[in-house]
C-alpha cells in the first residue's frame, strides 16, 4: 500500500491558474484509479476516474493523466476557483475482485483570491 | 433518495466503553465499506463487505468488528473503545454511476475516546 505520512502536501495557486496534483501508486494490478474532493468537515466527493487501459480522461476542468510506467497519476484543475479549495486525495483498486480502494495521504490544494 | 447516511454525527466514549456506528445506503449498492480518517491522513480501510452476507478485514481491523445486517445497512461496532481511535469514520457503498464505478461517502462520525 501506499505509505502515509504526517504533514500533508499543500499546493498553493492563485485563483484562475491551472493545478496539478500529484499521486504515485504502489500496486501494478490495480486496473482503476479515482480522484475525490474532501472539504473540510465533509466525506471524500468523487471527480473523476480512469481505468488503466487509458492514459487520459477530461471532465468539467479536470483531466486525469495516467502513466503506467512510472505508477503516476495527475489531477489537473483549469482555472481553479476558491471553491475548488480542499484536499484531493487518488484512489486506486487493488485489482481484486472486491472493488477494494487503497487510499493516498491526499494533497491540501489552497486557492488564493 | 439520500444516498449513504450515518449516525451518529458525533460520538464521545470513555476508555472500554462500547459503541455501534451505523451506516445506511439507499442505491441497492452490493458492496459497502468503514473507513478511518486521522488527522492529516488518508483514509483506511477497517472492513468491507462485498456483498449481503459477506464481510472482510482490510487494513486496520484491529479492534473493530462489522455486520453486514442486509443489503442496504453496514454497521461497526467498537466493544472495548481505546484513545487510539479516536478518528473520523466514514461508510462509504460503490456501485455503477455516470459511466462507471464510484463510491459514495456517507457524512462521517467524528468520535472521541477520552
Known amino acids: 500500500g501506499e505509505s502515509v505520512g504526517l504533514h500533508l502536501p499543500t499546493l498553493s495557486v492563485q485563483e484562475g491558474d491551472n493545478s496539478i496534483i500529484n499521486c504515485a501508486y504502489s500496486n501494478s494490478a490495480s486496473d482503476y484509479f479515482i480522484w475525490y474532493k474532501q472539504e473540510s468537515g465533509k466525506g471524500p466527493q468523487f471527480i473523476i476516474d480512469i481505468r488503466s487501459n487509458m492514459d487520459k480522461r477530461q471532465g468539467q476542468r479536470v483531466t486525469v493523466l495516467l502513466n503506467k510506467t512510472v505508477k503516476h497519476l495527475s489531477l489537473q484543475i483549469a482555472a481553479t476557483q476558491p471553491g475548488d479549495s480542499a484536499v484531493y486525495f487518488c484512489?486506486?483498486?487493488?485489482?481484486?475482485?472486491?472493488?477494494?480502494?487503497?487510499f493516498g495521504t491526499g494533497t491540501l490544494l489552497a486557492v488564493q483570491p | 433518495n439520500a444516498g449513504v447516511t450515518q449516525t451518529p454525527k458525533f460520538q464521545v466514549l470513555k476508555t472500554g466503553q462500547s459503541m455501534t456506528l451505523q451506516c445506511a445506503q439507499d442505491m441497492n449498492h452490493n458492496s459497502m465499506y468503514w473507513y478511518r480518517q486521522d488527522p492529516g491522513m488518508g483514509l483506511r480501510l477497517i472492513y468491507y463487505s462485498a456483498s449481503e452476507g459477506t464481510t472482510d478485514k482490510g487494513e486496520v481491523p484491529n479492534g473493530y468488528n462489522v455486520s453486514r445486517l442486509n443489503k442496504r445497512e453496514f454497521s461497526l461496532r467498537l466493544e472495548s473503545a481505546a484513545p487510539s481511535q479516536t478518528s473520523v469514520y466514514f461508510c462509504a457503498s460503490m456501485g455503477w454511476g455516470r459511466g462507471s464505478y464510484e463510491q459514495y461517502f456517507g457524512p462521517g462520525t467524528r468520535l472521541t475516546v477520552t
Open positions: 484512489a486506486e483498486n487493488d485489482g481484486g475482485a472486491t472493488n477494494k480502494l487503497i
